[in-house]
């Protein structure tokens, strides 16, 4: 079983920075690849970046460049910094865990997720 913990959400103006935050438990964290997605009210929930194992990283379009996806494999950790905010940013964040190999772009590759941070991007 694995728990996750995302923290760092919050409000921020159009243009600022955010750092989320995803605490793991579980003894085999590094071999997991984890991932971030986001859901807007009334929206599916969206891919927004992945980090493989290996340290591979994937980004959403809307989000290249402007985002950032790490790992602290000691301290079972995912980041996600998040610059140049927009509103349209605004959503839950969830980030989950992928036990197996699976695809990182589908909420359905992941086998484990976290409660949710809210993000608000204010114009």
């Known amino acids: 079983q694995v728990q996750l913990v995302e923290s760092g959400g919050g409000l921020v103006q159009a243009g600022g920075s955010l750092r989320l935050s995803c605490a793991a438990s579980g003894r085999t964290f590094s071999s997991y690849a984890m991932g971030w997605f986001r859901q807007a009210p009334g929206k599916e929930r969206e891919f927004v970046a992945a980090i493989r194992s290996g340290g591979s990283t994937y980004y959403a379009d809307s989000v290249k460049g402007r985002f950032t996806i790490s790992r602290d494999n000691a301290k079972k950790t995912v980041y996600l910094q998040m610059n140049s905010l927009k509103p349209e940013d605004t959503a839950v964040y969830y980030c989950?865990?992928?036990?197996?190999?699976?695809?990182?772009?589908?909420?359905?590759?992941?086998?484990?997720w976290g409660q949710g941070t809210q993000v608000t991007v204010s114009s």
């Open positions: 989950g865990a992928m036990v197996g190999g699976s695809y990182y772009y589908t909420p359905s590759g992941y086998d484990y």
